[in-house]
């Protein structure tokens, strides 16, 4: 026997991988830990990053060291099988007990394959095609080392000032908590295959509630507003299977999330049945002394107990949880606890049956920004746009006469993809100066000017350095330019907006507006009579007010990721019909937001659509309550006729014919009010959605089954129950466009 093992030994397959394979999970972890010192159960739960892998990243010596020394769970954020490979060897071969590392990173929307930013993807209300987003950017990673990935981000905002929204899903629970769902699907499968990896959700809990919209802030609401409006995402994160949560930099209750007992046990684990482990945020232990909840070992020790299992960067458990175990401010049974927690994935993972499972080398060139990845990213970017004007069905562009490109975005091949690209490669992506030239050769001349800078303002400017990739140069000439095209030019086309940069983490805004130098620009070229189109470029609801009223057409195109260039064109000349929806109110003014539409009625409602100032009502002296574009908006180039509703029992049907001269798509949501409750509850909330395809012409019924827990809500009791009698069921194309019937139940 000993010979055999020796040989095997000698073949690469090590003892603990035959452990691992002939004994259940519990089992072989009980046999694990059993040898395991003090020392090494803490290593398990510390995370560092391990290099920048923005520059190559060279491995850290400090980080090697710590894991030779079994004192390390995992690394992040280093790129390639063959640097992956080298630490996790270091794991397996020199350290006493061989535990591999866990190996993660920030895939966001995509690895090398960008797919839009995820507020755009919501925008596509398509849950099919945001799973394969997932599935797609874990086989990538996957195939260069990577098993575990810091996605998806289920935060609810209401507040666009948020950068972080651009990470999310929108303002909605329900379209938030499908997407969620599809994320896990996607990223995790069974987590028996190598192209499989484990999702990490984040940021538990209520991190999009920040106040006054600015990152890292503090967040206090009530306990009936946490679970009716915020908590579902998460909750159907953990019902999807999630292997793990990063717990949030906010405070929630007073208490800061990563040392919450009761959000990270009493709820994530007691109440959901949640079985996997709580990583913390990005040093986020340490972090809590600026909070004033004392010294780091003080506040490692809050954490472990309260359910977090793994530090990421602090070094609060490696440096402190061994004293702490000493002087009894923690015991092994919670040491052993996360401990078994970490192993426990790692067993899932399939690491200890095979360390180097994710190390395959062959794997980059078959299965990393295949023309099948990308195909499947155009498509979806092209799903993601949001037509929010077309004034005189200016749009779709005919290919004929000269087009003037005109903005800062519009030869760009790097803010294009939008924030959060960890491991993009931005040269093998087109800009939408080449996808237009392609798009119209032989047909139409594509005339083109940068036009402007980003920005001429030092609050934004920061931002705009790190879109450093637009050159920048002399307003006043570059303007000049601009209007020399476009006085040559039949129609202007105006790629501008925000860089990847000025949204995404640590980018809050004060402001929503358009750059000051581009909004110049907009009101110049708009002075030459030609028609002029808007390609908006953000990673938030901005205020679009004075574009709405002055320009001919705009289509929010947010950032669509690496094959944004294509995509955009395909909309822009009408190969494919847009039709995006909106996830995220778009305000008339930032004095509006929060905005959000399914808020709670006051006791001196206006109207909705009220045009003037009322006395003692809830309005303003200066706009009118409602957005400028609602929740769930969005434009086609067809138009769409919704019948009366007709209810049978529970069903709720109604007939949606295409009435317009092209074949599109078509999203079509239900919102239901409870019109009488124990509590109040918000003037309509979306409960469901259907994506259908429609050619011109073409008429369909589309039928909801109104179910108990559409119309279950949380109490103030915090019971999950729904409440016999009256609900207004509205069905349309928006939130604010709807047919309604009132539908009484027992």
């Not at 980080?63 to 630490?87: C, H, P, Q, S």
């Not at 690895?111 to 849950?127: D, G, H, K, Q, V």
């Not at 491991?423 to 005339?447: C, D, F, H, N, W």
């Not at 402001?511 to 000051?516: G, H, N, V």
């Amino acid at each position: 026997m000993q010979k055999k093992l020796i040989l095997l030994v000698l073949m690469g397959i090590s003892a603990m991988q035959l452990s691992a394979q002939g004994k259940s999970m519990d089992d072989f972890i009980d046999r694990l830990m059993a040898k395991m010192t003090l020392d090494e159960k803490i290593g398990q739960l510390n995370l560092q990053v391990a290099g920048d892998i923005t520059t190559g990243g060279n491995q850290n010596t400090q980080v090697e060291g710590l894991i030779a020394g079994g004192n390390m769970g995992g690394v992040f954020n280093l790129k390639g099988t063959d640097k992956i490979r080298a630490l996790q060897e270091i794991a397996v071969k020199r350290s006493r007990m061989g535990i591999p590392l866990l190996i993660g990173m920030d895939v966001i929307h995509g690895y090398e394959t960008i797919f839009p930013i995820p507020l755009a993807m919501s925008c596509s209300w398509n849950t099919a095609a945001v799973e394969q987003s997932a599935r797609i950017a874990a086989k990538e990673a996957s195939a260069d080392g990577i098993n575990w990935v810091y996605s998806p981000m289920v935060d609810i905002s209401v507040d666009a000032r948020w950068g972080r929204v651009a990470e999310g899903n929108g303002e909605d629970p329900y379209l938030g908590s499908e997407m969620a769902r599809a994320y896990i699907r996607g990223y995790q499968g069974d987590l028996s295959h190598k192209d499989e990896v484990m999702a990490c959700v984040k940021h538990y809990a209520l991190y999009g509630a920040v106040e006054a919209g600015r990152d890292y802030n503090t967040v206090d609401m009530s306990h009936l507003r946490m679970y009716n409006q915020y908590f579902p995402p998460y909750l159907a994160a953990a019902q999807a299977g999630a292997g793990s949560f990063m717990s949030s930099f906010n405070l929630v209750d007073g208490e800061h999330a990563t040392a919450n007992h009761w959000l990270l046990t009493e709820v994530l684990r007691n109440q959901w049945h949640f079985n996997g482990f709580v990583v913390t945020d990005y040093g986020s232990i340490g972090e809590m002394t600026n909070h004033g909840f004392g010294n780091l070992k003080h506040n490692a020790a809050l954490a472990l107990n309260a359910g977090t299992d793994m530090d990421m960067c602090s070094q609060g458990f490696l440096n402190t949880l061994a004293q702490s175990a000493q002087d009894g401010t923690v015991d092994m049974q919670t040491i052993d606890r996360a401990c078994r927690r970490i192993l426990e994935a790692k067993y899932k993972l399939g690491l200890f049956a095979d360390p180097y499972k994710y190390c395959d080398a062959k794997r980059r060139a078959k299965d990393i920004f295949t023309p099948e990845n990308r195909l499947a990213a155009r498509e979806l970017a092209e799903q993601t746009f949001v037509l929010l004007k077309n004034n005189r069905q200016l749009l779709p562009l005919k290919k004929q006469g000269k087009i003037a490109l005109i903005g800062p975005l519009a030869n760009d091949r790097a803010n294009i993809a939008g924030t959060w690209c960890v491991a993009y490669t931005p040269e093998r992506y087109a800009t939408i100066k080449e996808s237009m030239e392609r798009a119209v050769m032989g047909k139409a001349q594509v005339l083109y000017a940068q036009g402007c800078n980003l920005t001429r303002d030092p609050a934004l400017q920061k931002a705009a350095e790190f879109g450093k990739s637009i050159p920048r140069g002399d307003d006043e000439q570059m303007k000049a330019e601009a209007l020399r095209i476009a006085g040559e030019a039949d129609v202007i086309v105006c790629a501008m907006g925000e860089c990847a940069d000025m949204s995404g983490e640590s980018s809050s805004r004060a402001t929503l507006e358009m750059p000051d130098v581009q909004r110049e620009l907009l009101m110049e070229l708009c002075k030459t009579g030609k028609p002029v189109v808007l390609l908006n470029f953000s990673g938030r609801p901005t205020v679009l007010t004075w574009e709405q009223e002055h320009l001919d057409a705009i289509m929010n195109v947010w950032f669509a990721g690496s094959e944004a260039g294509d995509a955009i064109c395909d909309v822009l000349f009408g190969v494919k019909s847009p039709s995006g929806k909106l996830t995220m109110t778009f305000p008339q003014n930032i004095g509006q937001v929060p905005i959000y539409y399914n808020h709670l009625n006051t006791g001196r409602p206006v109207p909705e659509g009220a045009k003037e100032y009322r006395k003692y009502q809830s309005n303003y002296l200066e706009i009118r309550n409602d957005p400028l574009y609602p929740f769930g908006y969005g434009l086609s180039y067809t138009s769409f006729q919704y019948g009366d509703i007709m209810l049978q029992g529970r069903t709720a049907s109604v007939t949606v014919t295409n009435t317009g001269d092209y074949d599109a798509d078509e999203i079509v949501q239900l919102y239901i009010q409870d019109l009488v409750a124990s509590i109040s509850r918000p003037i309509k909330e979306l409960k469901g959605f259907q994506r259908i395809h429609l050619n011109r012409g073409e008429s369909t019924t589309v039928s909801f089954e109104i179910t108990d827990d559409m119309l279950k809500f949380y109490n103030a009791r915090l019971d999950h129950v729904w409440e016999p009698g009256d609900f207004k069921i509205m069905i349309g194309g928006n939130s604010r466009d709807v047919k309604n019937v009132t539908l009484h139940l027992e």
